[in-house]
């Protein structure tokens, strides 16, 4: 896990005392703001090359409003974001909900509503692409097993072998090869298929 030294992140508000003195508590807190933008496309474009862990952004930001930014960096999957407001509307949460955005805060703030905020903003993006990460190794080992039996099927079917030898097969040629069990198992289908053709 990261220190909060090594967390990085860009604060985005049209009002430039708002940006220093969000970057004051953070920096106060041991973060590192490594930029500060005042309008949507800058804010994505420095998002984009600087990579931050998290990204602060004002609802309210000209050229692109910091929902429409918010929904672009969640979309990409580039970092967490918590939304500033100057005052609360109800629509303003479900815009943000629909943005993918981590936390919302009402301005004025002071550090003790700001810090937490950020903990939590990183701690649950950090939890939710772990999560992201395993269900795709999962559905990774599902694809496999299937083209694995597809392929064994294969062979039972034009060698008249069991599954237990079609299987042995598969992976003795994985070891010889020095491929994975996919690999072989793909390439059973696809000169299978080029057989019938």
């Known amino acids: 896990m990261n220190s909060v030294e090594e967390q990085r992140i860009i604060v985005a508000d049209s009002c430039t005392d708002w940006q220093k003195n969000i970057k004051l508590m953070l920096s106060k807190a041991g973060y590192l ?117 597809r392929a064994k099927g294969i062979l039972m079917e034009t060698t008249g072998m069991s599954e237990a030898q079609a299987f042995r097969k598969i992976q003795k040629q994985s070891m010889d090869k020095r491929i994975s069990m996919r690999a072989v198992a793909e390439a059973i289908i696809m000169a299978h298929e080029l057989h019938k053709v």
């Open 33 to 149: 703001v490594i930029g500060e933008a005042s309008d949507g496309v800058t804010t994505i474009k420095m998002v984009r090359d600087r990579q931050p862990d998290l990204v602060i952004i004002e609802a309210g930001l000209m050229g692109f409003s910091g929902i429409e930014v918010a929904s672009i960096i969640d979309e990409d999957k580039l970092a967490p974001v918590i939304l500033t407001v100057d005052n609360y509307q109800p629509y303003l949460l479900t815009k943000a909900k629909n943005a993918g955005v981590q936390s919302l805060l009402v301005k004025p703030f002071g550090e003790a509503i700001l810090i937490p905020a950020v903990e939590l903003a990183l701690n649950n993006y950090r939890e939710m692409v772990e999560l992201e990460r395993k269900l795709k190794q999962m559905e990774e080992k599902l694809e496999t097993r299937k083209i694995i039996e």
